[in-house]
């Protein structure tokens, strides 16, 4: 947006930023149409994006990752939405399901899975919600019980980003089912174990080119060193530690669709004319873009500083909250103000304001709800 420049963006990270913004328009860009209709993307463009650096920068070289930080997955992902990519899994995959490995995993764990994530040989997937419990995450049903040296677990998930192409997934289950929170493990299952399934790839209202699906577990028997974490009962806390990221990042897609949306209709009002102007001369069309555009700047200057607060260790729960919940409550005001300058157009799928539109709805809702986002910010009061 113009020439402001993020405080944590330094030379190297716009050097990425240009190299991927190209690759996303040469290689994903011109696919949008056929994985929309799809309804997933293609299997192989995960491993064109492992070619090209895009999965798992913010892992260190010698798991194969970019060794980078996460101010590198975040310029991949950001440029993804600036480019108008469609689908593509990443956030998931790279910012939330590959630091879950690094920081909770043992080295053997680490060296099995990070390799074929940042490759783009196994794609990552986290499963908390059922189809019982979402918001109430201490109340999954699904069990990890352990028998001998393994772990059987039973249960479903929902809703799942990159169920259908995941290669791992990391369960969120009750290890302990007479426990709350102090009972839940995570626990890593590969797509070729035995007793787990995949099941429909759900349509839904936007995000059509990407996957969500749900995921069945009967009876399914994975050894016990597939448990992140070297003691049981730990994963609430994990989890409670890696949304901070999780939330940030989702804040910092919503920052994007926003300038995105803005740019879209700046270039759509200059172009259409009625009443014998351009709808941009209305005096109305230049106040709205006016408000869209201070918003979008207010957004992204108090993500920019959560991103400079996570680089120093410092981005707590609340904070992380409310970035999720204010920079994604304007993307959906933002976008809707948006959509109306287009007029009909912006009812048309071939417009791409209208697929913003679709897309930004979810943004309110996972990661945990903006109502969960408040709930936490207001246990700081
Ligand atoms: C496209 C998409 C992708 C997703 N990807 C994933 C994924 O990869 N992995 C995953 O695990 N999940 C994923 N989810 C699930 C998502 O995180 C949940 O839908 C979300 O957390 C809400 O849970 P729920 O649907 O059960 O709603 P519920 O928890 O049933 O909430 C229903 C309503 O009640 C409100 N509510 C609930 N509790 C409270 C409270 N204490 N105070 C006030 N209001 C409350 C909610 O805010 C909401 O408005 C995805 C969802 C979608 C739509």
């Excluded at 108008?84 to 399901?97: K, P, R």
């Excluded at 099941?199 to 995921?215: F, Q």
């Excluded at 799928?349 to 979810?362: N, T, W």
Aim: proline share 2%.
């Amino acid at each position: 947006m113009d020439n402001y420049t993020p405080q944590w963006m330094d030379e190297d990270l716009a050097i990425l930023r240009d190299a991927v913004r190209r690759f996303y328009e040469n290689e994903f860009v011109p696919q949008s149409d056929a994985w929309i209709e799809q309804g997933k993307i293609d299997r192989e463009a995960w491993l064109q994006a492992g070619e090209a650096g895009l999965l798992c920068a913010e892992i260190p070289t010698e798991y194969g990752g970019g060794g980078g930080d996460y101010r590198h997955d975040t310029v991949i992902q950001e440029e993804a939405l600036r480019t108008g990519v469609v689908g593509f899994g990443n956030q998931v995959h790279s910012t939330i399901v590959a630091p879950y490995v690094l920081n909770y995993g043992t080295e053997e764990q680490k060296q099995r899975w990070l390799p074929k994530m940042a490759s783009g040989e196994a794609v990552g997937a986290i499963a908390m919600t059922e189809p019982n419990t979402g918001s109430d995450l201490q109340n999954v049903r699904t069990t990890a019980i352990r028998d001998g040296d393994e772990y059987v677990i039973n249960g479903a998930k929902t809703y799942i980003t990159n169920g259908q192409h995941a290669g791992l997934v990391i369960v969120v289950a009750k290890t302990d089912p007479s426990e709350g929170a102090k009972g839940i493990s995570l626990i890593v299952v590969e797509d070729t174990d035995k007793g787990f399934a995949k099941g429909r790839n759900l349509k839904k209202l936007g995000h059509h080119a990407a996957d969500t699906s749900e995921l069945f577990f009967d009876d399914c028997r994975v050894p016990v060193d597939r448990r992140l974490g070297v003691e049981e009962g730990k994963g609430f806390y994990q989890l409670m530690q890696q949304l901070p990221q999780e939330r940030l990042s989702i804040a910092q897609g919503g920052v994007a669709s926003m300038e995105r949306a803005i740019d879209l209709t700046v270039d759509f009002v200059k172009e259409r004319k009625a009443f014998g102007q351009t709808v941009f001369d209305f005096q109305n069309t230049k106040f709205k873009l006016a408000e869209c555009k201070t918003e979008a700047l207010i957004a992204r200057t108090f993500v920019d500083q959560c991103v400079v607060w996570h680089m120093q260790g410092e981005l707590d729960a609340t904070r992380a909250s409310m970035a999720k919940y204010w920079a994604t409550e304007k993307q959906g005001e933002v976008i809707d103000q948006c959509l109306q300058l287009h007029g009909g157009a912006g009812y048309m799928d071939e417009y791409e304001i209208s697929r913003l539109y679709a897309d930004a709805r979810v943004q309110r809702i996972y990661g945990g709800t903006n109502e969960i986002m408040k709930e936490l910010i207001s246990r700081s009061l």
